[in-house]
């Protein structure tokens, strides 16, 4: 469940089916609004969604993998 609008890139991960790690690489160039909060990333759900959906959409469907 999303806090605030925020969710884990663990619960990102898992809702989105993608890697941890191009979440945490998307967080970090700005691409996904995104906090890091003692130590833990944080991302505005809403955010990953268009992110995700942005990227598909460019890829030419909904389960290509977002470009690394």
């Known amino acids: 469940a999303s806090v605030g609008g925020y969710v884990t890139l663990d619960q990102a991960s898992e809702k989105f089916k993608i890697s941890r790690r191009r979440l945490r690489q998307l967080c970090k160039s700005g691409e996904i609004e995104a906090k ?10 809403s955010s990953v969604d268009k992110t ?4 598909a ?3 030419g ?3 290509q993998k977002l470009p690394e």
């Open 36 to 45: 890091k909060v003692g130590g833990v990333w944080l991302a505005k759900e």
């Open 52 to 55: 995700v959906a942005a990227h």
């Open 57 to 59: 959409d460019d890829r």
């Open 61 to 63: 469907g909904s389960n």
